[in-house]
């Protein structure tokens, strides 16, 4: 089992910044990868960045170029860095992990951190 914890959401004006933190706890040994989704109202829950366990990165178009995730391994936390932020960025923020046991996966979710992007 692994619990997710994120932090840092709120609300923030456009061509702001945010950074979101997501803790681990559990099982984390088998993690990989970890990354970043949102949704926001009336669509679909999309990936916005994700990092394995060895630094790999994957980033939507929408997040490349403003957007950064980074983890740090000691503190079994990833972050993602959050630019010039548009109202469109507005969702509810949600970090996701993988783990393998052999060949199995399993998919974890935390409860999700709000940015609203507004003036």
């Known amino acids: 089992q692994v619990q997710l914890v994120e932090s840092g959401g709120g609300l923030v004006q456009p061509g702001g910044s945010l950074r979101l933190s997501c803790a681990a706890s559990?099982?984390?040994?088998?993690?990989?990868?970890m990354g970043w989704y949102r949704q926001a109202p009336g669509k679909e829950r999309e990936l916005v960045a994700s990092?394995?366990?060895?630094?790999?990165?994957n980033y939507a178009d929408t997040a490349k170029g403003r957007f950064t995730i980074s983890r740090d391994n000691a503190k079994n936390t990833v972050y993602l860095q959050m630019n010039s932020l548009k109202s469109e960025d507005t969702a509810v923020y949600y970090c996701n992990a993988w783990t393998w046991a052999g060949l199995v996966a399993r998919n974890y979710w935390g409860k999700g951190t709000l940015v609203t992007v507004s003036s």
């Open positions: 559990g099982n984390i040994d088998s993690i990989n990868p």
């Open positions: 990092i394995t366990n060895i630094g790999g990165t």
